[in-house]
């Protein structure tokens, strides 16, 4: 599966409304892997690609996810850093926001024929940012399934 197909597919569940969480699982492992399969990619410059009278708003996609049964949870931000980090409060709803959004905005470059530099944009972002929304909210639905929701 392409990062394009993976993409597709989540931005399709979000959008979908119907947010079944075995579903989310699955498409977020097979995101997670075309991420992480992307290679390193050079763009000299990043085009301008307008999105700022297309992209929804991050509160109305926060709010889209007001039904689900797993609304926060605990986690370590970064884990690596063992000597000072204490659990902190995420919120499944600010990941699937901050993920969706940022998909979008490759989104923006492929649709416009900058596909080089949407397959920068996604591998950036995913080691930026996205990625580790989509390893904490993997980490929260996996036990909440594993504890037998759903």
């Not at 492992?29 to 990619?41: C, M």
């Not at 889209?64 to 970064?78: I, Q």
């Not at 996604?122 to 980490?139: C, I, K, M, P, V």
Request: proline share 4%; aromatic share 12%.
């Amino acid at each position: 599966m392409t990062i394009v197909d993976a993409a597709r597919a989540y931005i399709a569940w979000v959008e979908g409304g119907a947010h079944d969480l075995r579903a989310l699982h699955a498409i977020l492992a097979r995101l997670q892997f075309a991420a992480a399969s992307l290679p390193e990619i050079s763009v000299d410059d990043e085009p301008v690609v307008e999105t700022l009278d297309t992209r929804p708003a991050y509160a109305d996609i926060v709010k889209a996810f007001a039904d689900l049964p797993v609304a926060t949870y605990t986690m370590m931000f970064a884990p690596l850093d063992v000597a000072d980090e204490q659990p902190v409060q995420g919120a499944l709803s600010d990941d699937l926001a901050d993920i969706y959004l940022d998909l979008l905005d490759g989104f923006r470059y492929y649709e416009a024929g900058h596909v080089r530099e949407a397959a920068w944009h996604w591998r950036f972002t995913y080691y930026s940012h996205w990625g580790r929304h989509l390893g904490h909210a993997q980490t929260a639905l996996w036990q909440y399934l594993a504890d037998g929701g759903l």
